[in-house]
């Protein structure tokens, strides 16, 4: 599908409600292509959650860490698609997600022999059980809808999603939980089993200043350590010396500061290693909402044209019966072109793979209690 920019969108949209048409929108100060681009935002941000829309559809894969249950969702999630969600060495589904009720009774049960990936989510988080001890190594992965309906103006190029044992060479871009990374390794570079995470980046920053506004994402050196900041502030003045130590969330004024990787390190290691691939850090991916003209907008054009122009009469007491059919059939029509219909068969498929069957139920033990 071919998408269209912001600028083009409202300008179509005015054209069509009676306003002629604006030279700029992101500029603009006429009060009706300011409301046009308020109804805008809202519009997007109401058909993203119409359904999982494929172009917004991610993957995200992460390994446990022994004894940590709670790990942060990508930057950009929005929902859950349901049955997709994988442990991939166990080769068992997720089970959940777990009520609070639920996970609570988990807890005062004694844990099973098979790891089954139970999880629940909770403050932006998925937390896996058991929330204790939990066990390492194991490769997590499901698909989620991206809040990432707009891909900004100048955004950084990449040749797609992260993959697993994939031949990366050296500068090359790609998306992983909703960032951008460069590959900096020397060479090529072959993906492990999981993708990079994180704001890690060793290149060579600036020494930290007291009273210095920083963006999120801003890179600083202090004393022999490189840390990045995870939102917009500013330091703290005299006396405070700025971040210290390898944690994250290092408090320092209204900034928030994470460890990324020691100035001694060498220009080809970065914070994130990957196999035999290293992973510096950019950027975001996109947004949950347009800013700048140029931005380029994931949805159907014809629907977000319609949609506005819609909502804009709609808000001035002018639209009619005709904008809101226009508008619920190109919504209908968008609906129907995102995705393919499976076949349905009466006899039993060929390619039919159940969740749970002969091919991942372990032999002995499923189900057993430890010290049954």
């Not at 777990?98 to 932006?124: C, H, I, M």
């Not at 999981?194 to 210095?212: H, I, K, M, S, V």
Request: hydrophobic share 40%.
């Amino acid at each position: 599908m071919a998408f269209d920019t912001a600028l083009n969108i409202v300008t179509d949209a005015a054209v069509l409600a009676g306003l002629g048409t604006p030279a700029a929108v992101y500029t603009a100060t006429d009060p009706n292509i300011v409301q046009m681009r308020t109804l805008l935002k809202v519009l997007g941000r109401w058909l993203r959650r119409r359904k999982h829309w494929t172009w917004l559809q991610s993957q995200y894969v992460f390994q446990t860490i022994q004894g940590q249950a709670t790990y942060a969702k990508a930057i950009d999630y929005d929902d859950f698609i349901n049955q997709t969600g994988w442990n991939r060495l166990n080769r068992l589904p997720m089970g959940g997600p777990l009520s609070p009720q639920q996970f609570e009774y988990y807890k005062a049960r004694l844990v099973g022999v098979v790891w089954t990936t139970l999880f629940r989510d909770f403050r932006n988080n998925i937390v896996i059980y058991p929330d204790t001890n939990t066990p390492s190594g194991h490769i997590v992965a499901y698909e989620y809808g991206s809040s990432f309906w707009v891909s900004p103006a100048n955004l950084q190029p990449t040749g797609g999603t992260w993959n697993n044992a994939t031949t990366y060479p050296n500068s090359t871009y790609i998306v992983s939980g909703g960032l951008i990374y460069q590959a900096v390794q020397v060479g090529n570079g072959l993906s492990g089993t999981f993708g990079p995470t994180g704001f890690g980046n060793n290149t060579l920053r600036a020494n930290w200043q007291q009273g210095t506004n920083y963006a999120a994402g801003a890179r600083v050196t202090n004393g022999t350590n490189v840390y990045i900041n995870t939102v917009t502030g500013a330091s703290a003045g005299a006396p405070l010396l700025g971040p210290s130590g390898t944690g994250t969330n290092i408090i320092d004024g209204s900034c928030l500061w994470n460890f990324s990787c020691t100035v001694a390190q060498a220009a080809n290691v970065t914070a994130f290693v990957d196999n035999t691939c290293n992973w510096n850090f950019i950027g975001t991916a996109g947004a949950d909402a347009p800013t700048q003209d140029g931005d380029t907008l994931l949805f159907d054009p014809n629907c977000l044209t319609l949609g506005l122009k819609y909502a804009y009469l709609a808000s001035k007491k002018m639209a009619g019966e005709q904008e809101k059919t226009d508008f619920e059939n190109a919504l209908n029509d968008a609906l129907q072109v995102d995705s393919t219909s499976d076949i349905l068969r009466m006899d039993r498929s060929m390619m039919e793979f159940p969740l749970l069957g002969e091919k991942n139920i372990p032999l002995t033990g499923f189900g057993m209690s430890a010290g049954s």
